[in-house]
Every structure is written in C-alpha cells, then in structure tokens.
C-alpha cells in the first residue's frame, strides 16, 4: 500500500505516525465503529474477528502479525469498522491518522486495488480467494513491461517474485542435454515463477517473450508467502 509512494510522501507518512502499545486482550478496533486511523504492525499478533448474520459468535477472520495493515477499509471506503481487532499478545503498531492517509495514500491505493481486482477476478488459481484476500493482493503487486525476445527468468538463478500475465504471450525453455527446449507456453492470464517460490529452489526454467508488447504483474516472495497461503495446495498439485 504504501510502496508506490515517492520518497518526500513517505516521510510525510512516516512522521505523522505513533506508536501503539497493546497488551494481550486489548481491543483495538470494534466492529460498527467509526475508523480514524490505520495500523501497521510492528511485533507481535493480532486478531480479526467478525459477526455474520448466521451466528451469534464472532468468526475468526486471521491473525495479523509484522508488517501487516489493518483498518484501512473504513478509511477507504469511509464506512463503519468491518470487523473487529483485538490483540492476543503484547502488539506494538505504527497508528495513520485518517487525514494523512487520505490526503497522501488514499487515492493511489484504492486505483490500484481498481486496476487490479478485475484481472485478478480472471485468473482460475486465485478463484478460491475471498474478495478481501484479493485486494490485499492487489497492493503489493507492480506491473513490469517487456518487449519481444526479452527473458524476465533465467533457469538456474534464485527465484525472488512470482508473474500473472497481464498482456502478451512467452513460453518456457529448458536446458535438455545442452539443447533450449520449449516446454511451455503462456497466453494472457496465466502465471509462471511459483516453482522456485514454493520449493525455495533455483529456477527451473527460463521465461521468454515471443509477443511484441509484454506486460505482467509481478509480486514479491514475501508477499507470495505471506497473502497466497490458501492457494498454495493449488499451485503445487498444479
Ligand atoms: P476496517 O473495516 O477499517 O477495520 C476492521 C479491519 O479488519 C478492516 O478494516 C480490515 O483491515 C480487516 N479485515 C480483515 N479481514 C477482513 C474481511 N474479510 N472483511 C473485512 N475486514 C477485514
């Protein structure tokens, strides 16, 4: 969310925020609420809870733990608290205040979640992935544009980030007995780079353009750990 920011607006961002001490059962936000600030989270653990029509108990919704946001979406969207944080450790997090974000992060950050939720919606694997799981993806990812004949992975080198293709087509090459063979091709929508990224292995094979214009989102091993979890099963049986 805030890694498009140019350099004089993070530390705009950087300074307007406090730090936070939570101790373990301290609510931090309550559903139905009004939101003025969002958090990041320094160290510890948090808990998301929410309460659907269906049960009288809150559902547990995820933990959040170092370097996660939450309670962007009232922010955002100015709307009510749309679940509940409570901390279930002692938590410190970094706190934004409404106006700040508004004024620096908001707009970026709900034209990025735009651009990339409809395309996120077309590719199958992330299918199983709540609308709200698919935002968060949208965030971290960066569009990277190549041209005919580039190659975005080269087999053998360490694998750091994970491709959903925007635009254009490429196929994979292996080296077999000395000899570049293709063993794959991509068309827009598919994705390639999870291998190196699920095994945390070298490259198995190298990714070239054979489409004139390229484009392709990209998202960082961290990320791909961190927000693609659920759908990890998927891409290994895949
Ligand atoms: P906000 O509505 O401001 O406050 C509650 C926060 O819970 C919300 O922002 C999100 O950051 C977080 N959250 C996590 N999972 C969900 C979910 N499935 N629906 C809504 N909010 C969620």
Same mark, same amino acid.
């Given at each position: =969310? ?11 961002? @950087? ?9 373990? !059962? ?6 139905? $609420?009004? !939101?003025? *600030? ?12 929410? %309460? ?6 809150? +559902?547990?919704?995820? $933990?959040?733990?170092?370097? &996660? ?6 922010? =955002? ?7 509940? #944080? ?23 950050? #709900? ?13 199958? @694997? ?10 968060? #993806? ?13 190659? %975005? ?10 491709? /959903? #293709?925007?635009? !254009?087509?490429?196929?994979? /090459? +292996? ?9 794959? *091709?991509?068309? &827009?929508?598919?994705?390639?780079? *999870? /291998?190196?990224?699920? *095994? ?7 990714? +070239?353009?054979?489409?004139? &214009? ?14 693609? !979890?659920?759908?990890? &099963?998927? /891409?290994?049986?895949?």
């Amino acid at each position: =969310m805030f890694s498009t920011l140019e350099k004089y607006d993070q530390d705009i961002v @950087i300074t307007a925020m406090e730090i936070k001490t939570y101790q373990a !059962g301290d609510s931090v936000i309550k559903e139905g $609420d009004d !939101g003025e *600030e969002l958090f990041i989270v320094s160290t510890g653990k948090l808990r998301c809870t929410k %309460i659907f029509p269906d049960s009288p108990e809150p +559902k547990f919704l995820k $933990d959040y733990t170092s370097g &996660e946001v939450f309670g962007e979406l009232a922010l =955002m969207y100015n709307a009510p608290r749309a679940a509940s #944080i409570e901390a279930i450790e002692e938590s410190v997090c970094f706190s934004l205040d409404r106006d700040t974000f508004n004024h620096i992060v908001k707009t970026a950050a #709900i034209e990025r979640r735009k651009k990339y939720d409809g395309f996120l919606q077309k590719i199958e @694997i992330l299918s199983t992935l709540s609308p709200y799981e698919r935002e968060k #993806i949208c965030d971290c990812l960066n569009t990277e544009y190549f041209k005919k004949d580039d190659l %975005i992975i080269r087999e053998g080198e360490e694998g750091n980030k994970f491709y /959903l #293709i925007q635009a !254009g087509t490429a196929i994979a /090459l +292996k080296n077999i007995s000395g000899k570049e063979e293709k063993v794959f *091709e991509y068309k &827009e929508n598919d994705y390639f780079g *999870e /291998l190196a990224l699920l *095994e945390g292995d070298k490259r198995k094979a190298t990714i +070239k353009v054979t489409s004139e &214009e390229f484009q392709v989102a990209s998202i960082t091993k961290d990320s791909f750990k961190r927000l693609l !979890g659920n759908v990890e &099963e998927i /891409l290994k049986r895949n």
